[in-house]
């Protein structure tokens, strides 16, 4: 098991640590592989009501995928089938995952790094950093899943151009074409992240996952309620969270969601 990711735990928010400054937190095969196993296990705890992610200082959030394990596990179409596999099996997980996430980029966010970025719910990136794929560096082609996410948030065109000239942008070119949500200068980001996080958590996390449980099944093309997602909506009625929520309500003060 790699040190290089960890969790830090403030109340009901977790952050994920990217451990790894002097490789940029460029992602071993190991560490996709532990982000996998870290996913589940905050899945089931349920002191945890939202995920941050972000790099361990202000070097980088990602410089991506470690290209330098490329000759050793990537080499032929059998070895990258492998481990293709294994690495977006750990993104779906993080773009899946049950609570609101948000990616707290700092400097870089490229290749797989804006890959987890894009995964997250939201993204919050200091003023200055630079985001790209730069997969047609190294005559690569990004897997269709990333690219279905990316062209969700930026469209097919912008997508392209991201792509085909795996160019660096800024944070507020990012902003522009809607792929970073907030940007915040170096010394006050972190702050306006936690700020926004505590918001969330400060709801009914029986609503809000439930919410990202129905836009997700947007996302996936369901037009009408399926029977899942029904009986989700039926469930919340009779939540603890419903019943505080009505009964602070009527007391007219701040409800205390569990």
Do not use: W
């Not at 994920?16 to 400054?21: E, I, M, T």
């Not at 560096?137 to 392209?160: E, H, M, Q």
């Amino acid at each position: 098991m790699t040190n290089q990711l960890h969790i830090e735990r403030n109340g009901p928010i977790a952050t994920l640590v990217f451990n790894r400054a002097e490789k940029k937190n460029s992602f071993s095969l190991a560490m996709f592989k532990q982000l996998g196993q870290i996913l589940e296990e905050l899945e089931k705890d349920t002191s945890i009501k939202l995920l941050i992610l972000k790099g361990v200082d202000e070097t980088s959030f990602s410089s991506g995928a470690d290209i330098t394990e490329f000759l050793e596990n990537r080499f032929s179409a059998e070895k990258a089938k492998a481990y293709n596999d294994l690495t977006l099996e750990s993104v779906e997980k993080l773009y899946r995952f049950p609570k609101p996430t948000i990616a707290l980029i700092k400097t870089l966010a490229i290749g797989g790094g804006l890959e987890l970025a894009n995964s997250c719910d939201f993204r919050f990136a200091s003023a200055g950093s630079k985001l790209g794929i730069t997969a047609a560096n190294i005559g690569i082609i990004y897997n269709l899943t990333s690219t279905k996410r990316l062209v969700n948030l930026i469209g097919p065109s912008k997508a392209k151009e991201l792509l085909y000239t795996a160019k660096l942008i800024s944070a507020k070119e990012g902003q522009e074409i809607g792929l970073i949500d907030y940007v915040f200068p170096m010394e006050e980001v972190e702050e306006e992240c936690l700020i926004f996080a505590n918001k969330i958590v400060s709801k009914s996390s029986t609503a809000n996952n439930g919410i990202k449980q129905v836009i997700q099944s947007i996302l996936d093309g369901e037009n009408e309620e399926t029977l899942e997602i029904e009986q989700l909506i039926l469930d919340s009625f009779s939540s603890k969270d419903y019943t505080e929520g009505i009964q602070a309500f009527l007391e007219k003060r701040k409800p205390n969601f569990t």
